[in-house]
């Protein structure tokens, strides 16, 4: 890449409005050549499982519109000035973004982190002295190196927490395990780490299984031992032990499948719930399974089960 590319500024276009006359603010954003246009929430509302085919909006949304450097943005401020009122817009501004890889600016913010009393979720950033101290300072520790990518899963989310908790609690020693939407596969690299014989991984996203194939050979650990699949190919033998950190909806529809993947007096491990949620996969869950723990962290919960010998 030449250093002229390395230094490639951008312009951006940042406006707030309500949701109502979001398409006609958008058509004007791509009249004016926009590359891209996100949305946020204005106004921490959340947005929680859409139905298949649909793309839920906030009702207060900050639109914004990427541009290259040399745009001429003068004839989209004063369309978009002229129809403030109309179209409920609360403010207009545009601003000079510098080029990053994007990809790794988040990552100065990820830190090493346990879980449990002795595992670690170690950034691939981190500096070899950094990982030696923490090794030498923890009893045993069983540490992991991450790069998420693009996949989500770091260990800073609750739900993610709750299950790397759980397997440092319950080390699944000589156990097989699936890991069913491994985003990163923190949690199937580090079932590998804490001794499970064989991993299953499987997510809906290829970039999750490529990632989850990176952190395995960055643990040291061999692919083999850790086979990823989409769902659609995963095999159905059922194991001792099934992780499942993905959203309410996925596991209510998915429970069959996550049932049958379970062996008789196996475990499930089941997260991405909110706390109002856990009562809808318990009652759902209990045809086939029994002795349900639930753990909170914030607003999340975590449920793990038994499957019946029966």
């Not at 520790?141 to 790397?164: E, N, V």
């Not at 908790?165 to 923190?186: A, F, M, R, T």
């Not at 290829?206 to 952190?215: D, F, G, M, V």
């Not at 309410?248 to 997260?271: F, M, T």
């Amino acid at each position: 890449m030449s250093k002229i590319a390395e230094k490639k500024s951008w312009l951006q276009l940042v406006c707030s409005a309500t949701k109502k006359y979001h398409e006609e603010i958008e058509a004007q954003m791509e009249s004016a050549g926009s590359l891209s246009i996100t949305w946020q929430d204005a106004k921490d509302e959340p947005v929680l499982e859409p139905l298949p085919g649909e793309t839920p909006l906030w009702n207060n949304l900050v639109i914004t519109a990427l541009f290259e450097a040399e745009t001429d943005l003068s004839s989209l401020t004063k369309q978009l000035n002229t129809n403030q009122s109309k179209w409920e817009i609360t403010s207009i501004h545009t601003e000079v973004v510098a080029n990053q890889d994007w990809e790794r600016v988040w990552m100065k913010d990820f830190h090493p982190m346990c879980f449990g009393d002795n595992l670690w979720i170690i950034p691939s950033t981190t500096e070899p002295l950094d990982i030696a101290k923490i090794q030498n300072n923890s009893n045993n520790p069983t540490s992991i190196i991450l790069d998420p990518g693009l996949a989500f899963g770091t260990g800073t989310h609750p739900t993610t927490a709750l299950c790397l908790e759980w397997l440092d609690q319950n080390p699944p020693k000589d156990l097989s395990v699936v890991d069913y939407g491994c985003g990163s596969g923190i949690l199937a690299v580090a079932a590998a780490k804490l001794g499970a014989t064989h991993i299953i991984a499987t997510d809906i996203d290829p970039q999750a299984l490529t990632a989850t194939k990176e952190n395995t050979r960055r643990n040291q650990i061999a692919l083999d031992k850790i086979p990823c699949y989409l769902p659609e190919g995963c095999p159905v033998e059922a194991v001792d032990l099934v992780l499942a950190n993905i959203l309410c909806g996925p596991l209510v529809e998915l429970y069959p499948r996550l049932s049958a993947l379970v062996k008789p007096n196996g475990r499930i491990v089941i997260s991405g719930l909110l706390e109002k949620q856990k009562e809808d996969i318990i009652e759902k869950y209990s045809v086939d399974f029994s002795n349900f723990e639930v753990k909170q962290l914030g607003d999340w919960v975590r449920v793990s089960a038994t499957k019946n010998s029966n």
